[in-house]
């Protein structure tokens, strides 16, 4: 039998980014998909071939993905770190957008919170790299 540590901030801070990508991927899907088309830029739209609504339905299956992933598959838990960090950068050109743009999304309802949220990026992704390591 392995040897457990017990709980630890890292396991819980796991834990809880963990929730946070399973609970934004299903709003991503289901309440929130058409207020979410307003983050996502034209140019992506453009870049991938498909429609706003097939990039936010994409986005929430992968915050749904790496959220269990980090819970289901602990020997990879440095990769699927690295992944949600790269994750959240590469969802950071919607923020951005979002925000230049002025355009309401859930929870994104004034300018102020659309700027702040800019801010958010940077620790979440200290937050996934952080998490996901050993030491």
């Known amino acids: ?3 457990r540590r017990g709980l630890t901030v890292r396991s819980v801070a796991r834990g809880a980014l963990a929730a946070l990508l399973v609970g934004a991927g ?12 307003i983050v996502v830029p034209s140019w992506a739209t453009r870049l991938l071939r498909t429609d706003k609504d097939a990039i936010v339905v994409a986005s929430g299956a992968v915050e749904v993905i790496l959220g269990v992933a980090l819970v289901a598959l602990p020997r ?9 960090a790269a994750f959240f950068v590469a969802v950071f050109p919607g923020n951005v957008h979002q925000w230049r743009t002025g355009r309401a999304a859930p929870g994104l309802q004034t ?5 702040l949220r800019l801010f958010l990026q940077v ?13």
């Open 123 to 135: 620790p979440l992704v200290a937050w996934a790299w952080w998490a996901t390591r050993e030491r």
């Open 111 to 115: 300018d102020r919170a659309r700027f």
């Open 76 to 84: 990879e838990r440095s990769r699927i770190g690295a992944a949600i």
């Open 1 to 3: 039998m392995p040897h």
């Open 26 to 37: 299903v709003s991503h899907v289901t309440w929130g998909r058409r207020g979410y088309r």
